[in-house]
C-alpha cells in the first residue's frame, strides 16, 4: 500500500509541474515600467506567430508574447524581432525591434540606439532554433531614430530576458 500511495502522489507531482515547465520553456520576462511582467510565447494558431526564417545574410527571429494566465490583459502583445548574422559560434544581433501593444493604450517600440539585446544562447537543430539573451529598451509611440537620453512620459522601458524554442516558418 505505501508504495501505491508513493507511485500516485510522484504522478501528481510530475503533473503539477509539466505546466510550470511548459510555461518557462518559451517565455519573456522582465519589467515593464517598473512592474514586473511575463509572456508566454503564443502557439501557432493563436494570432501572430512567433519563429524564424533564413535570410540572404542570416535569419529573422520573431518572439510574440502575451500575458500568462492571471498576469495582464490577454490582449497586450509583446514582440521582439531579431535579424542575425553570421553562423556557427559566430551569431551576432545585427538588428532589434521590441514592440509593445497594450489593450488599452498605444503602441509603443523601440529599435537602434533604444534597444540593446545581448545573445546568451543560440543553438540551430535541423528546423528548431533554441535561443535566449538580455533585453534593455526605451520605447515610444512610433519609435526614436536617436538615443532616448531623457524619456518622456509616454516612454515605456522594458529590461528583462528570454529564452524559447522557435520553429522554422515557411516564406
Known sequence: ???????ATAALALAATAPLAQQTASSITGT????????????PDDGP?????????????????????GAGDDDDL?????????GGDAVAAEAVEIRYAPADGPEVMASGPNADLTLTAFDLSD???????????????????????????????????FQATLIRQDD
Open 49 to 69: 506567430q512567433s519563429g524564424w526564417r533564413e535570410t540572404e545574410t542570416g535569419r529573422v527571429l520573431h518572439m510574440v508574447g502575451r500575458p500568462f494566465e
Open 32 to 43: 515593464l515600467g517598473l512592474d514586473a511582467a511575463q509572456w508566454r510565447l503564443t502557439a
Open 127 to 161: 528546423d528548431e532554433l533554441a535561443v535566449s539573451g538580455d533585453l534593455v529598451a526605451t520605447m515610444t509611440p512610433g519609435g526614436a531614430d536617436e538615443l532616448i537620453v531623457e524619456p518622456g512620459e509616454d516612454a515605456v522601458t522594458f529590461d528583462g530576458n
Open 1 to 7: 500500500m505505501p508504495r501505491t500511495l508513493f507511485a
Open 78 to 86: 509583446l514582440s521582439i524581432t531579431i535579424r542575425t548574422t553570421g
